[in-house]
């Protein structure tokens, strides 16, 4: 089912391609999806439908997403704490990620609970039918209607700061108390390659550990708060494990912490961040490691503070959806400049991927109708939009390319879509998930009329003065 690479075709879009066997890939170490291969045309295959075909179908720019990849994170999460917990576990998608109906139900499908960041975030989520119970709502700064909101659909409230616990405490009462967990400011702060601790963090979210008698005291004191457990999470593409394991050292601490103050805390959630593979060079732990290492040293530390095991979650958003999808793009235009660089452009660009203007991250790509030709030129893709650093991939060795040759960007499942604007008024490009030559649309390109279905002409301009 999977290709082999080629003798000799290792300089080629061919190098991409995952090398073993379905089962037994971890997906955040893939560049591409699991299912990637190569057909007899030449054109890359994902989800057993040929990437070119599927932008003569649905358009050009295409997000197209793998659901053996996504499920296939997702199960890896869930094997791996029932594997290594002995305690109860439930794994979060953070939504936050990529939030769409699809996305949410497939995650829902595996067993897996949502995380939400906002009342867009928790509609979409209780829409695409997951139980409330299962959801948990994040946020730095939660208006009064989204708290409202969330009580009255029944997800659990993860509280971030004074102002938030004492509204939910006016809002809720005792004979129908809110459920929320606290979230804490850990003090561990992570850089893809080392991390620092530190007593006070510069971190907009979360209560200071050191404050957290008093939040005790507060919600001891007040019934109309229910809270279940902490929560903390400490950053985004992580590699290290060292973080993640010292994490649950302090929160079995701020739990033991608890004890004095009556409360019935059962749940520790540990958040997401674990990496995934966007070039070569990136070398992030498996899924299961991450797992095992985060399950060990709470165990242990449970252990040392000898506390009963508390349930565990933790919230992987970019490790489980953003290998498992890819951006096809249509080459257009290109300059060259002697000497110094040759530009491609796409049809797209900041406004679908808006990672590398905003973070300089970096992508891989291929050319999906030339996936076996050698890489003979040395490129700069850029998007179509009026700003000089709409660039998606810089310095990138192709084969010769041509105007209409489709262009692929690996690794773009998470924080694409979900960040993706309309500027140009670009219409955001659709979805497609694959599976087994099947494709179907899961969010339907935008269109011009939608791009003015908020716009309002004042009376006075009505009049036809402005058709003149
Ligand atoms: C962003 C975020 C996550 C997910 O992070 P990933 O790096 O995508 O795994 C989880 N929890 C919280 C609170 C977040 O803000």
């Given at each position: 089912m999977v290709s082999t690479h080629p003798v000799g075709l290792q300089n080629s879009g061919y190098q991409y391609l995952p090398k073993d066997d379905q089962k037994t890939l971890s997906p955040n170490q893939e560049l591409l999806p699991l299912t990637a291969q190569v057909n007899s045309h030449d054109c890359l295959e994902i989800g057993g439908c040929d990437v070119t075909s599927l932008v003569k179908e649905f358009g050009s720019p295409l997000y197209i997403l793998d659901e053996v990849t996504l499920r296939t994170a997702c199960r890896q999460y869930r094997d791996a704490f029932k594997r290594y917990y002995p305690g109860e576990s439930l794994v979060l998608y953070a939504s936050k990620a990529w939030s769409c109906l699809a996305v949410c139900a497939i995650a829902g499908s595996e067993g897996l609970g949502i995380d939400v960041v906002s009342g867009g975030e928790l509609y979409t989520a209780l829409e695409a039918g997951i139980s409330a119970d299962k959801i948990y709502f994040h946020g730095n700064n939660k208006s009064v209607a989204e708290l409202q909101m969330a009580m009255k659909s029944g997800c659990t409230l993860v509280v971030d700061n004074w102002l938030e616990l004492e509204t939910l405490a006016d809002l809720a009462t005792a004979t129908a108390p809110v459920r929320i967990m606290l979230r804490l400011t850990p003090g561990i702060e992570c850089h893809t390659h080392e991390y620092i601790r530190t007593?006070?963090?510069?971190?907009?979210?979360?209560?200071d550990p050191n404050a957290l008698d008093q939040v005790f005291e507060f919600v001891s004191k007040h019934p109309s708060l229910n809270c279940i457990g902490l929560h903390a999470h400490i950053g985004s593409q992580i590699f290290e494990q060292q973080p993640h394991k010292d994490l649950a050292g302090v929160l079995v601490d701020c739990l033991s912490r608890a004890e004095g103050y009556n409360l019935s805390i059962q749940e520790l959630n540990v958040g997401g961040g674990l990496g995934i593979r966007y070039t070569e060079g990136d070398d992030p732990p498996s899924i299961d490691t991450w797992v095992k290492g985060v399950c060990e040293s709470l165990v242990a530390a449970c252990e040392a503070e000898q506390l009963p095991l508390p349930r565990l979650l933790s919230e992987p958003g970019r490790s489980l959806v953003g290998s498992a999808c890819i951006t096809a793009y249509t080459l257009g235009s290109r300059k060259e400049i002697p000497g110094i660089r040759t530009y491609l452009a796409v049809d797209g660009g900041m406004s679908d991927n808006p990672r590398p203007i905003t973070y300089q991250s970096v992508y891989r790509c291929v050319v999906a109708n030339h996936?076996?030709?050698?890489?003979?030129e040395k490129v700069t893709v850029a998007g179509?939009?009026?700003?000089?650093?709409?660039?998606?991939?810089?310095d990138v060795m192709l084969p010769q390319t041509e105007s209409g040759d489709i262009f692929v960007v690996m690794?773009?499942?998470?924080?694409n879509y979900s960040m993706a604007s309309n500027y140009n008024r670009l219409p955001r490009p659709a979805a497609v998930l694959v599976n087994q030559g099947d494709s179907f649309l899961i969010l339907q390109r935008e269109t011009y009329q939608d791009l003015l279905r908020q716009d309002r002409l004042p009376e006075k301009l009505q009049t036809g003065d402005s058709k003149k």
């Open positions: 007593g006070h963090l510069d971190s907009k979210f979360g209560f996936m076996s030709a050698p890489l003979t179509k939009h009026c700003e000089s650093g709409d660039i998606l991939i810089k690794g773009t499942g998470a924080y």
